[in-house]
């Protein structure tokens, strides 16, 4: 089973052709985004909303429009397509509007409106209705400007969205595993391959990995940055353009390469770009002023670890080529220094227990680095230039390492109570009921007791 739209691809160019049917065809793709936002939502209605295999299609269609600047073989060839797309296209009333609301890479709600206000005319204030603004926006771009959000956008809804529903079943039929399977694991196996085949198309994969490296490179530059240059200070204040960006462009871009890298690293290795992730590690996650959501910049230094031998063996060669890049050992480990020492104060309502997991990841990315040449200099340079920055690193280690060999040593105490009650048989002399609840919050305490263990001794 092979999926292959380049039908649809042929279709659409021949609307984009004439002058006459371009902008209803573009006018259609935006209704699109418009009538799906609902699955922007951590859990949607799929009764109002497009399924999968239309919304993949319609990506797809979207990917190829996007191709011809995407996929551009050099960085300067790339580079002089960036100059098309114009960021006004997220700020003004156009055919796709973002919210004011939306969550941003830098900047919150007040300061977006107060921003953004310079960009928007008298048509922007009264856009008029939803169709209006469809067929005949009021401010008009450039047609790489348009098809480059638009692709952005809909993979979100789309392709991004099918993954992580892909991600859930598998997830179910593991938990439904039995000898023989059942009706309904071999239902949602079916499923699981015909979405498979989407999901993980050549073409699907080669062109998403391509979009999502020409926008890394294109919000780099819009921070006025390149890699040749030193990275900004850590308190630096990014260009307000940048930090209005919407910040799913960059945990959207990470979510892309978790995803391949769990279910289809060989697709990965056949032509897809990887570089893009990187990027995001080594100048969009080590800096809290850039991107202030600690969670993205976790996300991504997940998909890092995804691609890297520590958890993908099969794309070790990948991440031999890009970890050993020149601005990657001169920047990564300040990143992931960085990073852990933000991480102690996410604003999440779990970040007290989150940040663990998400330290035990650095830690396992510190410990990898530190065997390619070049990193080892690179972190002992860092400690004698920043001894502030690594002595609160160092402290922080010593403070989960205390908490979690605590917290192992009280539920040990907890597990031995349990099975001496179970040795001198009162435990047998209990109810049913709460014997039951006892065994599994013993089984809990125990497994949980391994895992911090593990935890603690990743993070020495």
């Known amino acids: 089973m092979q999926f292959n739209p380049t039908d649809l691809k042929d279709l659409s160019m021949g609307f984009l052709r004439r002058n006459e049917t371009r902008d209803a065809f573009v006018g259609w793709l935006s209704a699109v985004v418009y009538t799906n936002e609902e699955r922007s939502k951590m859990q949607f209605n799929p009764y109002i909303v497009s399924s999968d295999g239309f919304l993949c299609n319609v990506c797809a269609v979207l990917l190829y429009l996007c191709a011809p600047f995407t996929s551009l073989d050099t960085a300067e060839k790339r580079a002089a397509k960036m100059d098309l797309v114009d960021f006004r296209y997220l700020v003004s009333r156009s055919r ?48 790489v400007t348009e098809s480059f959000f638009l692709a952005l956008r809909l993979m979100r809804l789309g392709v991004l969205r099918a993954m992580e529903r892909m991600t859930e079943m ?55 940055q390149s890699l040749d240059q030193a990275p900004p200070p850590p308190n630096s204040v990014p260009p307000r353009a940048l930090a209005a960006m919407p910040e799913h462009i960059v945990y959207d871009a990470a979510t892309f390469l978790i995803f391949m890298a769990r279910f289809g690293p060989k697709k990965l290795i056949n032509g897809a770009s990887v570089d893009y992730v990187g990027i995001l590690a080594a100048r969009f996650s080590g800096n809290g002023s850039w991107v202030k959501n600690a969670g993205v910049r976790t996300h991504v230094m997940e998909a890092l670890m995804q691609i890297s031998p520590i958890l993908s063996p099969e794309t070790e060669s990948l991440a031999a080529t890009l970890f050993r890049q020149p601005w990657m050992i001169r920047e990564l480990p300040n990143a992931l220094v960085r990073l852990y020492v933000d991480v102690e104060h996410t604003g999440d309502a779990n970040q007290f227990y989150a940040k663990f997991s998400s330290r035990h990841m650095i830690a396992l990315l510190l410990k990898y680095i530190w065997n390619i040449p070049g990193y080892t200099e690179t972190i002992r340079s860092l400690c004698r230039s920043n001894a502030e920055q690594y002595l ?25 109570e349990f099975q001496e009650s179970e040795a001198n048989g009162s435990f047998a002399s209990l109810p049913e009921e709460t014997r039951e609840v006892r065994s599994r919050s013993s089984s809990n305490k125990t497994h949980r007791r391994f895992r911090w263990l593990s935890v603690t001794e990743r993070i020495l």
């Open 170 to 224: 598998v997830k179910a039929m593991q938990r439904m595993r039995s000898d023989p399977p059942s009706p309904e694991f071999l239902s949602l196996l079916q499923v699981k391959f015909a979405v498979d085949c989407v999901l993980q198309a050549p073409d699907i994969v080669t062109l998403s990995s391509a979009l999502y490296r020409f926008a890394t490179e294109w919000l780099l530059r819009l921070g006025e």
């Open 96 to 143: 796709i509007m973002y919210r004011d609301d939306e969550t941003r890479l830098a900047m919150d709600t007040h300061e977006f409106q107060e921003w953004s206000a310079q960009y928007r005319g008298s048509a922007d204030s009264n856009p008029g209705s939803v169709c209006d603004r469809l067929l005949n926006p009021p401010a008009s771009f450039k047609f």
């Open 392 to 416: 609160a690193f160092i402290n922080m280690i010593i403070n989960d390492a205390t908490y979690l060999l605590d917290e192992v040593f009280e539920k040990l105490s907890e597990i031995k």
